[in-house]
């Protein structure tokens, strides 16, 4: 499955590069494959790994100071398919040359 989400610390003022720093840090621990952007964060995995790392995200983002965390998540769950993180973004690609010959 793909998730592509987005924690948020709540209370903590406008500057939230370093609490969403360490939730991104997470992410990369974890060795699944990810993807992060100016809005999301895209994760590959299994239902139990990938929600498990969107959870210890969440957590260590409470851990350095929020006692409020916003999730937004979007999941893409589709059985049998892999690295989908790559190749979908490969077929938009490939579909767009193609257009514009």
């Known amino acids: 499955m793909l998730v592509a989400f987005s924690v948020t610390p709540i209370g903590v003022g406008e500057d939230v590069g370093a609490y ?21 964060t895209t994760l590959e995995g299994d239902w139990d790994e990938v929600l498990d790392v969107v959870k210890r995200a969440c957590e260590a983002v409470q851990a350095v100071g929020a006692g409020r965390v916003s999730l937004v998540l979007k999941a893409d769950i589709r059985p049998g398919v892999a690295d989908a993180l790559t190749t ?6 490939r579909l767009l040359a193609n257009r514009d010959e």
Do not use: C
């Open 20 to 40: 969403v720093a360490d939730a991104v840090r997470v992410v990369r621990e974890s060795g699944l494959p990810n993807r992060t952007d100016a809005m999301f």
């Open 88 to 93: 979908k973004v490969a077929t938009v690609e």
